[in-house]
C-alpha cells in the first residue's frame, strides 16, 4: 500500500531536481562537484586520477586493471541511464574528494564467527580484491573456528599486498553480552560497537563491513568519501532502506530510536581517533542502558544502538550515498536508491533469505554474488601494479626454488606441482567434533568431484569422524555444498570435516591432500583410508576396541594393517562378517586387493594366514608394501614429493618402518575397494614413459634422503628396491 503511489512522486521529484541541476550548472559555471551521487567521484578514483575517455554517464566497465575478468552481473549495471536525483538533498553536494593516494594502505575491519561466515568472508574478500587497486590491512574479528579457517586460508592464499590481522571476539564478548540481543548474528553483530577499543590505538580510521556484503566497485572509492567527513564527524553511513525505524510496519511496532529512517550498519566509515576522543564507550553504553530501560532487547544488534546514539548526537554522523550499501532486505526500499543510480558499489545481502530475496533487479546481483562466489581465488594473487609491498610470508623462497626448477628435467612438472601453495579452506562445512576420546579413530581420505558420490556410502559404513580433504576448483566447492546440502546422509553428519584444497596445475597433488586431511584429524588415532574403499561396517568399534586391547597409545609404537579386498561388481552385497566375506572370496566374486595387478602391494598382509588368525599378528615390511593402515595421529607425514600416481603410500609405509613402528594385521578387519574408472594419473602412468622415469627419479631421491635421516638402517630400502615394474 505505502509503496503504490512512489514511483510517480519520485518521478516529479526526480523531474524537478534535474530542472534544479540544470540552473545550478548554469549559475554556478558548471560546478561539475555537484554532479550529485559519487558516480563522478567514483570514475576518479577507479582511473586512479582521471580518465580521460569517460563521459559522465557512460557505462564505466568494471574490469580490473589486467582486463582479465568481467564479473557476469557487471554488464546489467551498465548503460543504465546517468543518475537522477532522486529522493536525494542537494546538501550532499560538497566537493569531491581526491581518490586516495596511490598505493595508500586502506584499511578494512570484519566481524566473523563460525563456518558459514567464514565462506562468506571469502566471497567478500573476492570481490575486495578483484576490483582494489590499493594495499589493504584487513582486521579480523573472530571467534575460535573462524581465525583456525581464515588463518589457513590466507596463509596459503599469498595475495600480495595483504596484511591480516586477528582479534579475538571471545575476549571482546563480556563488553557487549550484557546487552540483550534479538538478532539472528548473535552476541558477535554488537562488536562492531567495541571496534575503536579493540583495535590498535594508533588505527585512525577502518571501513567496516558486514560479512554479507559484495563490492561491485573499487574500495578506494568509499575509503575517499572520509574525506567528506566535516571536522567532527566520525560514522558515515548510509540510511535504512526500509522503513523498519518509523515504527510503522504492524502495530506496536516498536523499534529502536532513529534519526529519520536511520541508518544501516552494513558498511561503515569509522574515524577511530574522533571516537576515542569523543569518549565513544561510554556514549554507546550509557545510550543503551537509558532505552534497555524501556525496550526489551535489540533487534537488530549493533545497528540499533548506533541509530540510538546518532539521534541523540546527530552531528556524529556523515550520510554516505546509498549506492555504497545497496540492502536487500525483507521490507527493502533499495529500489529508490539504485532506480536512481547507474552505478551500484556494494550489494548488502541482509535478509535471512539471502539470495531468494523479492527484488526486481536481483537476477543481476545475485549474478555478481555468484561469480565472485566462483571466482578463482588463485587468479588475485596478482601483484599490484606500481605499489612497492612486502611479499607475503614464504613468497621468496618460493620464487626462488622456482626459479632453481630446469624445464629440461623430465620431472620438471612433477617439481613445479610439489612446489605449489594450494589455497586450503579447512573445514569448510559446519563441523562439530566429538568430544575426545582417548582410543577414537577418524578416517581420513581425499577425493576429487569424480569420488563426490561415494560420500553416501562411506557415512553409512562409518559412523565415527572423518577428516577428508576435497581437491576443487571455486566453482566446484559450491557445487560440492549443494550436493551435501541435499543429501540428507551427508548433512545429519556433523562429525565429518571437509577440507578444501583449490585446484592449480596438472598433477593430482595427492600427498598433499593427505596431509591436510591427517593434521586436521582430532582423533588421538587416524585410519589412512582412500576414498574407493568401503570399510566394513562393523570396522570402526572393533578398531577402538583393538586400540584399547593392544595398548596401543603408552605402550606400543603399532600401524594396525586393515586388509584390503576388491570387487569387481557395481552392485554387491556387502560382507557384515569376516565368515561372510572368506565365502565370497572363496566364490570368486571377491579378491585381494590388486591380486591380478600389483600383488606386492599387499602381499606381506599375508591373507592365507589372515584366514585362520584368531588374534593380531606381525608381519615385516617388503618393498612396494602399502597395506592401509590404523596410526596414532602424530605419525610421519605423507611425503609431498610424489604426486600423481604411483608410489605415494609405498613411500609413507617405509617412513612408518623407518621409523620403527611394529606392523600388526588385525584379524577380524577388512576394507573394500569398488570398481571405477581408471584416474587420469594412473592412464598417464600407462601410456607414458616420461611419466615412468621421473617417478623413478623421484624415487631415487627419497632414497637418498632417507639414508640422510636414517643412516645405515635405510639401507634395507635400497637393496630391496626392485626394478621399477609399475601395474600394467
Ligand atoms: C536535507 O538537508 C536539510 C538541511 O541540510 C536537512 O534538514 C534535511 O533533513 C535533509 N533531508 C534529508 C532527506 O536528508
Ligand atoms: C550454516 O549453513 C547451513 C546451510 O548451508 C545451515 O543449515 C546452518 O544452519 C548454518 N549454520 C549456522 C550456524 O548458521
Ligand atoms: C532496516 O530495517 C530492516 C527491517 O525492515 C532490517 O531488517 C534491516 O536490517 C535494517 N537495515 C536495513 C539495511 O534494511
Known amino acids: 500500500m505505502l509503496l503504490r503511489g512512489r514511483p510517480r512522486a519520485l518521478g516529479a521529484a526526480a523531474l524537478l531536481l534535474l530542472l534544479l ?20 567521484e567514483a570514475r576518479r578514483g577507479e582511473g586512479g586520477g582521471g580518465d580521460p575517455g569517460s563521459v559522465p554517464g557512460s557505462p564505466t566497465p568494471r574490469v580490473p586493471s589486467d582486463g582479465r575478468l568481467r564479473p557476469r552481473g557487471a554488464a546489467a549495471f551498465d548503460g543504465v541511464p546517468p543518475a537522477d536525483p532522486g529522493g536525494h538533498n542537494r546538501s550532499d553536494c560538497v566537493p569531491p574528494p581526491p581518490p586516495p593516494p596511490k598505493c595508500e594502505l586502506l584499511q578494512v575491519a570484519i566481524v566473523c564467527a563460525g563456518h558459514n561466515s567464514s565462506r562468506d568472508v571469502v566471497t567478500l574478500v573476492k570481490s575486495l580484491l578483484f576490483y582494489r587497486k590499493n594495499p589493504l590491512h584487513l582486521h579480523l574479528v573472530t571467534d575460535a573456528v573462524a581465525r583456525n579457517i581464515l588463518e589457513m586460508l590466507f596463509h596459503t592464499w599469498m595475495v600480495p599486498a595483504v596484511q591480516i590481522s586477528f582479534y579475538n571476539a571471545d575476549e571482546l564478548k563480556p563488553q557487549v553480552s550484557w546487552i540483550p540481543n534479538r538478532h539472528y548474528s548473535g552476541l558477535y553483530g554488537l562488536m562492531k560497537l567495541v571496534l575503536p577499543t ?67 550498519t552494513g558498511v561503515i566509515l569509522l574515524r577511530l581517533d574522533r571516537l576515542r576522543q569523543a569518549g565513544w564507550e561510554q556514549m554507546w553504553k550509557l545510550t543503551a542502558t537509558r532505552e534497555l530501560l524501556t525496550l526489551p532487547a535489540t533487534s537488530l544488534a549493533d545497528q540499533d544502538i548506533f541509530n540510538a546514539v546518532i539521534k541523540e548526537h546527530p552531528w556524529l554522523v556523515q550520510p554516505l550515498p546509498c549506492i555504497w550499501n545497496v540492502q536487500l532486505s525483507d521490507h527493502t526500499l533499495a529500489e529508490r536508491c539504485y532506480s536512481e543510480a547507474s552505478d551500484l558499489k556494494v550489494i548488502h545481502w541482509n535478509s535471512p533469505k539471502k539470495l531468494r530475496v523479492k527484488n526486481k533487479h536481483v537476477e543481476s546481483f545475485r549474478n555478481l554474488y555468484l561469480t565472485f562466489l566462483e571466482y578463482d581465488g588463485n587468479l588475485l594473487r596478482r601483484e599490484l601494479f606500481g605499489c612497492p609491498c612486502p611479499p607475503p610470508p614464504g613468497a621468496e623462497q618460493l620464487q626462488q626454488a622456482l626459479a632453481q626448477l630446469e624445464e629440461q628435467d623430465s620431472c620438471f612438472e612433477f617439481r613445479q606441482q610439489q612446489l605449489t601453495v594450494h589455497r586450503v579452506h579447512i573445514t569448510f562445512l559446519p563441523h562439530k567434533p566429538p568430544p575426545t576420546q582417548p582410543h577414537d579413530v577418524t ?26 580433504a576435497l581437491y576443487l576448483t571455486d566453482a566446484e566447492a559450491q557445487q560440492f555444498l549443494r550436493f551435501v546440502e541435499t543429501s540428507a546422509v551427508l548433512s545429519a553428519r556433523q562429525d565429518v570435516a571437509y577440507h578444501v584444497m583449490y585446484r592449480e596445475g596438472s598433477l593430482y597433488p595427492i600427498n598433499q591432500l593427505r596431509n591436510v586431511a591427517l593434521a586436521q584429524a582430532l582423533t588421538p588415532y587416524v585410519f589412512l583410508s582412500d576414498i574407493d574403499f568401503l570399510p566394513a561396517h562393523s570396522l570402526y568399534d572393533y578398531l577402538r576396541a583393538s586400540i584399547e586391547q593392544l595398548e596401543l597409545g603408552g605402550r606400543r609404537k603399532a600401524a594396525l594393517v586393515v586388509p584390503a579386498f576388491e570387487t569387481l561388481h557395481y552392485r554387491f552385497r556387502f560382507p557384515s562378517f569376516k565368515a561372510e566375506l572368506l565365502t565370497l572370496l572363496d566364490a570368486g566374486s571377491l579378491y585381494t586387493f590388486r591380486h591380478h595387478e600389483w600383488p606386492q602391494g599387499h602381499a ?65 578387519a577388512f576394507t573394500i575397494h569398488l570398481p571405477h574408472a581408471p584416474s587420469l594419473d594412473i592412464t598417464r602412468f600407462r601410456s607414458n614413459p616420461t611419466y615412468r622415469d621421473c617417478l623413478r627419479a623421484l624415487k631415487d631421491e627419497f632414497h637418498q634422503d632417507l639414508s640422510r635421516h636414517y643412516g645405515a638402517a635405510a639401507l634395507k630400502y635400497l637393496t630391496a628396491l626392485q626394478p621399477p615394474r609399475g601395474p600394467t
Not at 585512525?204 to 564527524?233: G, N, P
Not at 578416517?443 to 577428516?467: I, Y
Not at 589372515?610 to 605419525?635: F, K, L, S
Request: proline share 8%; aromatic share 14%; hydrophobic share 45%.
Open 198 to 264: 579493540a583495535l590498535p590505538p594508533d588505527l585512525a580510521r577502518v571501513i567496516v563491513l558486514d560479512t554479507d556484503v559484495t563490492f561491485a566497485s573499487d574500495i578506494a572509492e568509499l575509503w575517499a568519501l572520509f574525506a567528506h567527513f566535516s571536522d567532527k564527524q566520525a560514522i558515515g553511513l548510509v540510511e535504512n532502506q526500509s522503513d523498519w525505524y518509523l515504527g510503522n510496519l504492524w502495530r506496536n511496532h516498536r523499534p529502536w530510536p532513529a534519526l529519520g529512517r536511520g541508518f544501516n
Open 443 to 468: 578416517l581420513v581420505a581425499q577425493l576429487s568431484m569424480e569420488r563426490l558420490q561415494m560420500l553416501e556410502a562411506l557415512c553409512r559404513h562409518w559412523p565415527g569422524p572423518m577428516s577428508l
Open 604 to 668: 606381506p598382509t599375508d591373507y592365507a594366514r589372515w584366514r585362520e588368525a584368531q588374534a593380531p599378528y606381525r608381519v615385516r615390511w617388503a618393498a612396494d608394501y602399502e597395506p592401509y593402515v590404523v596410526v596414532p595421529r602424530d605419525c610421519p607425514r605423507y611425503d609431498p614429493r610424489f604426486v600423481g600416481f604411483g608410489w605415494n603410500k609405498v613411500a609413507h609405509i617405509i617412513e612408518l618402518d623407518a621409523q620403527e613402528y611394529e606392523l600388526l594385521v588385525l584379524p577380524e
Open 21 to 40: 541541476l540544470l540552473i545550478g550548472f548554469f549559475l554556478f559555471g558548471g560546478d561539475p562537484d555537484c554532479e550529485l551521487g559519487s558516480e563522478r
